[in-house]
């Protein structure tokens, strides 16, 4: 049913790259969402007005706040669609993330004032009265949340979308939210025993730890994230499998939303090497990233003296000096520069970004190392971040 609504309502749903497709593709979902949800509130809103029940009445706005997501989402993604422009010149795409923060905000406070109007109702019970109907009611609406579910996440996957796939999220919590409020219903009808008011404060609990995760979700990519750690291998791959290429390091990649990025890498090549043959192949390896991987990438060119056998020793021994000292670092741009008194052994070091160990104290690490080999030895260390770490 979901491709066949994918392929009826989306013109050239196969082309899930195009900012115009991806528009489309909301559109389609927040279009079911804001109907059903708007449905569910609703029905659920009449039902537990006219059987006295505060847990069905904050499943109803429950229902109310996602149609509201929706609509929010929808403006999100029609502003993440508009073209670069003289004051965005990456895009507007991170707009989808803004409008998810703001339904977050949403849910976050009506959860909260939710949880207050259980309160009350603990304090002041008034027993509900069962219906079958109400039974009825809460039974649809969860299969029609859990379809809800399966239709955001398959949409979301499609076009790599952290909102859809954040809403996906939102409705299977719905279920065993509405699926709490009708055990409290069948519990108090068996028993007598009024559990109303605990189940409405376990229904704002769940819309509260939503909100607190959907907030997380949609701030991460702002603040700026670790890149997708198949994305990196693929660039990897992609740079390394070029003749002449000797190593990267240094690669940074951004994102400006899904399927936007931007990318800079370091690229080491022969020194002895025509530089208007490597700078050829610099272009040709950055106009082939961007086709295969749509990846804007920008390539500094790195000259690696490779046919010195003493400065090859010597960087094969501080390499493993280093990899003694942490698996984790890594070294490149190695060069020596000598001198009647003393050589100079220049580098730089790539540390993880939340590294423990000092600067200072790691620079001293190695240096003692090194001059195991010979005291004449200075090392002019430069430590780098890796940007490109995949550890979340």
């Given at each position: 049913?979901?491709?066949?609504?994918?392929?009826?309502?989306?013109?050239?749903?196969?082309?899930?790259?195009?900012?115009?497709?991806?528009?489309?593709?909301?559109?389609?979902?927040?279009?079911?969402?804001?109907?059903?949800?708007?449905?569910?509130?609703?029905?659920?809103?009449?039902?537990?007005?006219?059987?006295?029940?505060?847990?069905?009445?904050?499943?109803?706005?429950?229902?109310?706040?996602?149609a509201?997501?929706?609509?929010?989402?929808l403006?999100?993604?029609?502003?993440?669609?508009k073209p670069?422009?003289?004051?965005?010149?990456?895009?507007?795409?991170?707009?989808?993330?803004?409008?998810?923060?703001?339904?977050?905000?949403?849910?976050?406070?009506?959860?909260l004032?939710?949880?207050?109007?259980?309160?009350?109702?603990?304090?002041?019970?008034?027993?509900i009265?069962?219906?079958?109907?109400?039974?009825?009611?809460?039974?649809?609406?969860?299969?029609?949340?859990?379809?809800?579910?399966?239709?955001n996440?398959?949409?979301?996957?499609?076009?790599?979308?952290?909102?859809?796939?954040?809403?996906?999220?939102?409705?299977?919590n719905?279920?065993?939210?509405?699926?709490?409020?009708?055990?409290?219903?069948?519990?108090?009808?068996?028993?007598g025993?009024?559990?109303?008011?605990?189940?409405?404060?376990?229904?704002?609990?769940?819309?509260?730890?939503?909100?607190?995760?959907?907030?997380?979700?949609?701030?991460?990519?702002?603040?700026g994230?670790?890149?997708?750690?198949?994305?990196?291998?693929?660039?990897?791959?992609?740079?390394?499998?070029?003749?002449?290429?000797?190593?990267?390091?240094?690669?940074?990649?951004?994102?400006?939303?899904?399927?936007?990025?931007?990318?800079?890498v370091?690229?080491?090549?022969?020194?002895?090497?025509?530089?208007l043959?490597?700078?050829?192949?610099?272009?040709?390896?950055?106009?082939?990233?961007?086709?295969?991987?749509?990846?804007?990438?920008?390539?500094?060119?790195?000259?690696?003296?490779t046919?010195?056998?003493?400065?090859?020793?010597?960087r094969k021994?501080?390499?493993?000096?280093?990899?003694?000292?942490?698996?984790?670092?890594?070294?490149?741009?190695?060069?020596?520069?000598?001198?009647?008194?003393?050589?100079?052994?220049?580098?730089?070091?790539?540390?993880?970004?939340?590294?423990?160990?000092?600067?200072?104290?790691?620079?001293e690490?190695?240096d003692?190392?090194?001059?195991k080999?010979?005291?004449?030895?200075?090392?002019?260390?430069?430590?780098?971040r890796?940007?490109?770490?995949?550890?979340?």
């Open positions: 049913m979901i491709n066949r609504l994918v392929k009826m309502f989306i013109k050239d749903y196969q082309k899930t790259t195009s900012p115009v497709v991806r528009a489309r593709y909301a559109v389609l979902a927040g279009t079911v969402g804001i109907i059903s949800n708007l449905l569910l509130f609703i029905i659920k809103l009449i039902a537990g007005t006219l059987f006295n029940s505060i847990a069905v009445t904050a499943d109803a706005v429950n229902n109310l706040t996602d509201g997501s929706s609509i929010i989402t403006v999100g993604f029609k502003i993440s669609g670069a422009d003289d004051k965005h010149p990456y895009g507007h795409a991170r707009a989808e993330y803004i409008t998810g923060f703001m339904v977050s905000v949403v849910i976050l406070l009506l959860g004032e939710l949880i207050k109007s259980s309160f009350i109702k603990i304090i002041n019970p008034d027993p009265k069962f219906s079958y109907i109400t039974v009825v009611v809460l039974v649809v609406s969860i299969f029609i949340k859990l379809w809800q579910g399966l239709f996440k398959n949409l979301g996957k499609r076009i790599n979308s952290t909102a859809l796939e954040a809403t996906s999220q939102d409705s299977i719905d279920v065993i939210s509405t699926s709490a409020v009708l055990a409290s219903a069948v519990f108090a009808r068996l028993t025993i009024q559990v109303d008011g605990y189940m409405g404060v376990a229904v704002a609990l769940f819309i509260i730890y939503s909100g607190i995760k959907l907030i997380s979700e949609t701030m991460n990519p702002l603040l994230t670790a890149p997708d750690a198949g994305l990196i291998s693929d660039i990897e791959r992609k740079v390394l499998g070029y003749e002449g290429v000797l190593g990267i390091h240094d690669l940074v990649v951004h994102s400006y939303g899904a399927d936007n990025y931007f990318a800079s370091h690229v080491e090549v022969p020194a002895n090497r025509d530089i043959e490597s700078h050829d192949l610099m272009d040709v390896i950055e106009r082939d990233v961007f086709t295969d991987l749509n990846v804007n990438l920008v390539i500094h060119m790195d000259p690696l003296v046919d010195d056998e003493s400065v090859n020793i010597l021994q501080v390499n493993d000096i280093i990899a003694q000292i942490d698996s984790e670092l890594s070294m490149h741009d190695f060069r020596v520069v000598a001198g009647k008194t003393h050589s100079n052994l220049i580098f730089d070091v790539v540390v993880p970004p939340a590294y423990k160990t000092g600067d200072t104290e790691l620079r690490l190695i003692t190392e090194i001059k080999i010979d005291s004449t030895y200075n090392s002019v260390i430069t430590l780098d890796k940007y490109t770490s995949t550890t979340n």
